[in-house]
């Protein structure tokens, strides 16, 4: 089992910047996929944005050009970095990871994190 930590998410005006973490408890890149997923109020958790362990990334089209999924594999960490952001942005954000081949993408996750709060409003 991988411990995921989210770094405090906050609260940001539109059309500013936050950038989030994710620490895994080991070094976890080579053997699984990664995401982003987030749930606003009254609806369902959604994939947002992933990386497989080729490094390929993936964009829901709501995020596609705005937010950005990278890692440091040196430090055991995913990034989600969100630019333009927008009130509809305010969700629960979380990270997920999941045992998959290298092509695969995450398809629900295995290991969670237990969310962090992002805002958007003036």
């Known amino acids: 089992q991988v411990q995921l930590v989210e770094s405090w998410g906050g609260l940001v005006q539109p059309g500013g910047s936050l950038r989030l973490s994710c620490a895994a408890s080991?070094?976890?890149?080579?053997?699984?996929?990664l995401g982003w997923y987030r749930q606003s109020p009254g609806k369902q958790r959604e994939l947002i944005a992933d990386?497989?362990?080729?490094?390929?990334?993936n964009y829901a089209d709501s995020v596609k050009g705005r937010f950005t999924i990278s890692e440091d594999n040196a430090k055991n960490t995913v990034f989600l970095q969100m630019n333009s952001l927008k009130p509809k942005d305010t969700a629960i954000y979380y990270c997920?990871?999941?045992?998959?081949?290298?092509?695969?993408?995450?398809?629900?996750?295995?290991?969670w994190g237990r969310g962090t709060q992002g805002t958007v409003a003036s």
């Open positions: 997920a990871a999941e045992r998959r081949c290298p092509g695969e993408r995450i398809s629900g996750g295995d290991d």
């Open positions: 990386i497989t362990i080729h490094g390929s990334t």
């Open positions: 080991g070094s976890i890149f080579s053997d699984y996929a």
